[in-house]
């Protein structure tokens, strides 16, 4: 079974708006973490936001946040007033304690904020 | 903040020669750095883990005797793609770990690989 499945292959959002991208996982993992990363055409990745599996509180940075939903497994993130430059390729991945340095990354979601 | 720098980052090379990539931790010690294969429009496969002073340890499917990996020091490790193929080109990408915290992790810019 796929660890981290991402949805949506590509997404369309209006500039200034908010676009919530989706990501589920699968683990019988109790400890694990959720990552967020951006990788813009220049195929750098930029973290963006992590997410405890013990933590209360969705995380939120900025204009990221990750909306974690833990009975559902999912772990979307929002980016509040989308700006041109948010235009990437945008990456979930979760690392399980048990297996603390791997990470495994979904398939991605190409993001195009139009102005 | 933690800055990886990643070493060609573009190289295109004939087929059947080696081509070595690097990745350094500029502003910390990375106990351990990771590398990472992209194929177009794709994820990234983890590929092999690397600690410091001790052999890599290499992904299922991964050819250890193609993909050489050395990490000499806390702030270097390097990938050598050996006899490159047009099959190998592809986008490789090393991640840093410096030891601490939930997210130590930082990634390099990567290196796009043609072979022609």
């Known amino acids: 079974a796929q660890k981290i499945t991402q949805t949506q292959p590509g997404m369309f959002v209006q500039e200034k708006e908010a676009v919530t991208l989706d990501c589920t996982y699968d683990t019988s993992d109790q400890s694990y973490g959720l990552f967020w990363y951006k990788q813009p055409s220049s195929g750098e990745m930029i973290f963006l936001i992590y997410q405890g599996s013990y933590d209360e509180q969705n995380a939120t940075e900025g204009r990221y946040s990750l909306n974690f939903q833990k009975a559902r497994k999912s772990a979307n993130l929002v980016i509040s007033a989308s700006q041109l430059g948010d235009s990437a390729m945008y990456f979930c991945a979760m690392r399980e304690l048990y297996n603390f340095n791997k990470f495994y990354f979904g398939s991605g979601t190409k993001l195009n904020v139009k102005p | 903040g933690a800055v990886v720098s990643q070493h060609p980052s573009r190289v295109i090379c004939k087929s059947g020669t080696s081509v070595k990539i690097e990745c350094r931790s500029l502003d910390f010690q990375a106990t351990t750095m990771f590398w990472y294969r992209q194929f177009p429009k794709q994820s990234l496969m983890l590929m092999a883990t690397?600690?410091?002073?001790?052999?890599?340890?290499?992904e299922q499917g991964v050819e250890k005797d193609k993909f050489l990996i050395n990490h000499a020091s806390l702030t270097l490790s390097t990938l050598t793609v050996t006899s490159a193929h047009p099959e190998d080109s592809s986008f490789y990408i090393c991640?840093?770990?410096?030891?601490?915290?939930?997210?130590?992790?930082?990634f390099g810019s990567g290196t796009r690989l043609t072979v022609v």
């Open positions: 991640s840093a770990f410096n030891g601490q915290g939930t997210n130590g992790y930082t």
């Open positions: 690397s600690n410091e002073g001790s052999k890599a340890t290499y």
